[in-house]
């Protein structure tokens, strides 16, 4: 099993432009989310969903959207990317309330 | 890179009762972060500590960080049921890239 795998990386963005951020769970967990680390802020829910078919909006929703068409995999879109946005991004997942299992995270720069 | 140890994978204590979770880490600790998960709610941020020696308090919770910036220590004083859930540390290493412990599952029993 691989885990919960994250791509890209790294990635640079100018302000405006889209991209999706990709999230792969091999482990069958219903639950997966997204976050994002800021300096001094710790980590933070942007969106999460409990099945495919089901997702919820966590603290901090804004300019970003998710899809659950499918068990494994949980894209996060930035559809207008802002500065604001840089930032380090993890996706999590876990078996019901089992301990979550993160992915390597994707440093995201928004020019 | 840089791995969080944290011991012990998970404590079953009696209602107030207190109890320590341990975070090590093998390099440098530029940044630790503890967390609760709660199902449901993702997870909760508590404290963040930077500065060796620090310590920080909110309520019965306390954490601090060694001298050294290798390892932290978070201290629940008369746990109560509430304090159950899943404590997990994380780190940001120098290199900008952050990493988490295991996990500690904590049961408070009435």
Same mark, same amino acid.
Request: charge should be neutral; proline fraction near 4%; hydrophobic fraction near 30%.
């Given at each position: 099993?691989?885990? &919960?795998?994250? /791509?890209?990386?790294?990635?640079?963005?100018?302000?405006?432009?889209?991209? /999706?951020?990709?999230?792969?769970?091999?482990?069958?967990?219903?639950?997966?989310?997204?976050?994002?680390?800021?300096?001094?802020?710790?980590?933070?829910?942007?969106?999460?969903?409990?099945?495919?078919?089901?997702?919820?909006?966590?603290?901090?929703?804004?300019?970003?959207? &998710?899809?659950?068409?499918?068990?494994?995999?949980?894209?996060?879109?930035?559809?207008?990317?802002?500065?604001?946005? /840089?930032?380090?991004?993890?996706?999590?997942?876990?078996?019901?309330?089992?301990?979550?299992?993160?992915?390597?995270? /994707?440093?995201?720069?928004?020019? | 890179?840089?791995?969080?140890?944290?011991?012990?994978?998970?404590?079953?204590?009696?209602?107030?009762?207190?109890?320590?979770?341990?975070?090590?880490?093998?390099?440098?600790?530029?940044?630790?972060?503890?967390?609760?998960?709660?199902?449901?709610?993702?997870?909760?941020?508590?404290?963040?500590?930077?500065?060796?020696?620090?310590?920080?308090?909110?309520?019965?919770?306390?954490?601090?960080?060694?001298?050294?910036?290798?390892?932290?220590?978070?201290?629940?004083?008369?746990?109560?049921?509430?304090?159950?859930?899943?404590?997990?540390?994380?780190?940001?290493?120098?290199?900008?890239?952050?990493?988490?412990?295991?996990?500690?599952?904590?049961?408070?029993?009435?």
């Amino acid at each position: 099993n691989a885990g &919960v795998t994250q /791509t890209p990386k790294f990635h640079i963005l100018k302000t405006g432009q889209s991209m /999706t951020l990709q999230c792969a769970q091999d482990m069958n967990h219903g639950y997966l989310s997204w976050y994002r680390q800021d300096p001094g802020m710790g980590l933070r829910r942007i969106h999460y969903s409990v099945a495919a078919g089901i997702t919820d909006k966590g603290e901090v929703p804004d300019g970003y959207n &998710v899809s659950r068409s499918n068990t494994e995999d949980f894209p996060l879109r930035l559809e207008s990317a802002a500065p604001s946005q /840089t930032s380090v991004y993890f996706c999590a997942s876990s078996y019901g309330d089992e301990k979550l299992f993160f992915g390597s995270g /994707t440093q995201l720069s928004v020019l | 890179s840089q791995e969080l140890e944290q011991s012990p994978q998970s404590l079953i204590v009696q209602e107030g009762k207190n109890l320590t979770i341990n975070c090590t880490s093998s390099k440098t600790l530029y940044g630790l972060y503890w967390y609760k998960q709660k199902y449901g709610e993702g997870l909760i941020f508590l404290m963040m500590l930077q500065k060796g020696g620090e310590e920080k308090s909110h309520e019965k919770i306390t954490a601090k960080l060694d001298e050294k910036k290798q390892q932290s220590s978070l201290h629940i004083t008369a746990s109560q049921p509430s304090h159950a859930g899943i404590y997990l540390c994380g780190a940001d290493s120098n290199a900008g890239k952050s990493t988490f412990g295991d996990g500690t599952t904590l049961t408070v029993k009435p």
